[in-house]
């Protein structure tokens, strides 16, 4: 997807339906809302995913940030909470045993319930943003800068080039996704989800959203030879159950870290739910995803045509409930 690389950006990171957050984010960045769209004299938005569930206002937080993309003062990727809406409602083909992509389980029907009740008076509003959903691109690549949800893997990125030159995927390949170990499979689980590996000896954990999960949340950018232990590579809010952050990493999990090195492009990534002041992971490297729907922070980052990423380029709004 090609955008203008010599403008001026503001990547937000995951809003998850705060909607009024939102707004109060766009003033501070000097946004005006005029005829309905919030826009900027000189800068646009760059939306890094995860807009719908959780929040109390996902329908409003949609229109706002489609009526900026489709006016041209904003852009939007997909987030895995977008994917996951998709696979949810699009048709599993006939190799697959389930109706849809994504099993309506009580598990994935709890991730999606606010979502779902919050459109359930407008069906046709919510089917109109699931096609908009399919337009959104799993990544962008500006050349001095790039943003993904989740994780840049330049394999699966460059693979996926060839096939979505813009990184717009369609219908099939979401349909495809439902293969374990396909291709799309493998894109639209480290691209939006990047790299989980799981916890060991049985365990598992309760996060603070209340679900239990066998597997934790690593950084994919660890690319030197000091991840010695479990705790080197963990990134997430939730502690490792038990010693585990002590015990040491099997050399195998390595291999599933795929590595960002500090001569590679600026990169802007969001989901991974941080905590406390917005600061840099290097000096390449940001996640703008600071938990605003857990009463945390909606963050972004202004970027201009800096060469390394700037401390006091953040720019953040504490969220008032969760809304």
Not at 254 to 279: E, K
Request: net charge negative; aromatic share 12%; charged share 20%.
């Amino acid at each position: 997807m090609w955008i203008d690389p010599a403008r001026s950006y503001d990547l937000i990171g995951d809003i998850h339906g705060c909607a009024q957050t939102l707004e109060r984010l766009l003033e501070t960045l000097g946004y005006k809302k005029r005829s309905g769209v919030w826009q900027h004299a000189y800068s646009q938005a760059l939306f890094l995913g995860d807009l719908i569930d959780r929040g109390p206002q996902i329908r409003e937080t949609l229109h706002i940030v489609h009526a900026m993309v489709d006016a041209g003062h904003a852009y939007c990727i997909m987030g895995n909470h977008e994917y996951y809406a998709l696979a949810w409602n699009t048709p599993a083909s006939e190799q697959s045993t389930d109706e849809y992509v994504r099993a309506h389980s009580k598990h994935h029907m709890r991730l999606h319930r606010e979502t779902l009740e919050q459109f359930e008076e407008h069906p046709y509003d919510w089917e109109d943003f699931n096609k908009w959903f399919l337009t959104l691109p799993l990544f962008i690549d500006a050349q001095r800068f790039r943003a993904v949800h989740a994780c840049w893997d330049d394999r699966l990125i460059n693979m996926l080039r060839t096939r979505f030159a813009d990184g717009r995927v369609n219908q099939a390949f979401v349909q495809q996704s439902a293969i374990k170990g396909s291709f799309a499979d493998q894109a639209f689980n480290r691209l939006l989800r990047g790299v989980n590996l799981p916890l060991p000896h049985g365990m598992s954990q309760t996060s603070y959203d209340g679900f239990t999960r066998s597997s934790f949340r690593t950084k994919f950018w660890h690319d030197d030879e000091s991840a010695l232990t479990y705790g080197d590579v963990v990134f997430q809010p939730d502690a490792l159950p038990g010693d585990l952050a002590q015990e040491p990493l099997p050399t195998e999990y390595l291999q599933h870290v795929t590595g960002y090195d500090a001569q590679q492009p600026l990169l802007f990534v969001g989901h991974y739910w941080r905590q406390g002041q917005p600061s840099l992971i290097r000096p390449n490297l940001a996640c703008l995803d600071y938990s605003a729907v857990n009463g945390g922070k909606l963050v972004a980052y202004r970027l201009d045509q800096e060469q390394h990423l700037l401390p006091e380029s953040f720019v953040w709004v504490d969220a008032q409930d969760k809304g």
